[in-house]
Each structure stands twice: as C-alpha cells, then as structure tokens.
C-alpha cells in the first residue's frame, strides 16, 4: 500500500470525565492523516496514520461505527464490515502508527456507506494525577481525548474522488444533491438541508447573503449530510428564506449557491 499524503490535523474532542473544578491533565496530542480515509470500490484497504506529537506515551482504541442519520441526529451502530487494526496502539512520543482499514464485505453497486473512527486515549494508571494537598481526590480529574474520523466506501461504479493511479469512469462519480428550506421549531429558526444524491456532503463555510452583505452562518465545518437525510442546524431569525444559500461542497474550491426550495 503506498503511503497517504501527509495530511495533518488534530481532530480531538476533549471529554471531561466530570463537570467540576479540580486538576485536569492533558498526557498526549495526536495528529491523524489522512483526515477524509475512503475505500473506493476497487480498494480492499486503506490507511490512516496516528502520530503521537505529546510528551508521554500515548496509549489509543480504534472502533469502527457505521454512521447513519436519522431524525435530524448522528447515529452510531457496532458493524464487522470494516475492521481497524490494530485495535489497540501504543505510541511513544515523536512515534507514527499505521492503522489499517480493511473491509470485510463488499458494498452493494452504485452506492456509499458511511463510518466513523472513533480513536480513545486510554488513560493508565500512572498518568492519573495526585491532587493538591487539600484536595478531595474527586476533584482530580482525567482529560481523556475522543478523536472522530470520518470514514466512507463506495460500491462498484461509483467513486468519489480523482486518482491519477486509477482510471475512473467519469459516469460513475458521487455527487450530492442538495435542497433546503427554513423552518420554525418551538419558537427557534432552522435550516433543513437534504441530499438526495448518491454521496455525502460535507459542507464549509455557510452563509447567507442579505442586503448586498454576506452573513456567515459558521466558520468551517457546518455539518454532513450522508445520501438520503435531512439535517437541520440553528440560523438566527433574521436569515432570509428567499435568499440562496452559499456553501463550500466536499471541500470544492468555489462557493456553490444554492436556492431555498418552494
């Protein structure tokens, strides 16, 4: 398998064991590369690499989840049909890991599905701090890190990216298609995006443009939405439900303008 880019970013969610005052430790950062790991229809396995850039050894879990939306939410389920290995890694400071994602069983024709790595930082024994004198022991608290990667496989006929090593028949590349409207739930403004497409969407850098001014909903990351959901995120009351919405698509490098649907 050759190498993947070298594509770094610290994707950690902290997690506070408990919401209290006390002594809080962080023991290990983890880079993860590449962010956006796929298996195209013709890949049996790929690879994604975590570097241990902290100061104390890193000790992680890697699960697989497959990933569904439902009911405006994020659905996790236990699966066997992509396995990381190896589940458990030990890194020590400055040390890279190659995980390896292999799938177990094919994707039906013509479609995606979606995952999630989840990567936890297994706290030891020894990285769990003393607390000051005086201190209830209680109040000491770990700071475990959660790592999400998203991770999507294609059945035959259909891909989702450009690869100079694999000739791609240009009729079978994944594009999302997309439709939203605003509406008003218990006193509070959404928008409702859905894809009706055959791939996801990840969508950046929202915004609205009103009165000759752009009106940003998030800066970066606004959310996914996998091939047949409807997600839904918060806008402020003043958004416009007449004017288009501006979104970057998968990471494309233009805005698309998309109308709200009547």
């Known amino acids: ?17 408990a919401s209290m005052s006390g002594l809080v430790q962080a023991a290990s950062s983890v880079l993860i590369w590449p962010i956006d790991p796929v298996l195209e229809a013709d890949q049996q396995a790929s690879a994604l690499w975590l570097e241990n850039r902290g100061t104390e050894t890193a000790n992680l879990q890697v699960r697989v989840f497959a990933w569904s939306q439902q009911g405006f939410d994020e659905q996790y389920q236990n699966q066997r049909d992509v396995i990381g290995s190896p589940p458990v890694a030990r890194i020590e400071p400055g040390q890279k890991q190659l995980v390896r994602l292999t799938r177990t069983k094919e994707v039906p024709p013509g479609q995606e599905q979606a995952y999630r790595i989840i990567i936890d930082e297994i706290p030891s024994a020894l990285q769990v701090p003393t607390p000051p004198e005086g201190k209830n022991t209680a109040a000491a608290i770990r700071f475990q890190m959660r790592y999400s990667v998203p991770l999507f496989a294609y059945g035959a006929g259909l891909w989702s990216r450009e690869d100079a090593t694999r000739p791609r028949d240009p009729k079978g590349a994944g594009k999302p298609e997309l439709s939203w409207h605003k509406v008003n739930v218990a006193g509070r403004s959404y928008i409702e995006v859905r894809n ?15 009165n000759g001014q752009t009106r940003p909903l998030v800066e970066g990351l606004l ?16 958004v416009s439900a007449d004017q288009p919405l501006q979104v970057r698509i998968n990471g494309a490098p233009q805005l698309e303008s998309l109308a709200p649907k009547r």
């Open 223 to 238: 959310g996914y939405v996998l091939p047949g959901a409807t997600m839904r995120w918060p806008v402020p009351d003043a």
């Open 1 to 17: 398998m050759r190498s993947p880019s070298r594509r770094l970013c610290a994707v950690g969610i902290a997690l506070i064991a």
């Open 196 to 210: 009706q497409g055959a791939v996801h969407a990840r969508l950046t850098d929202a915004s609205f443009k009103q």
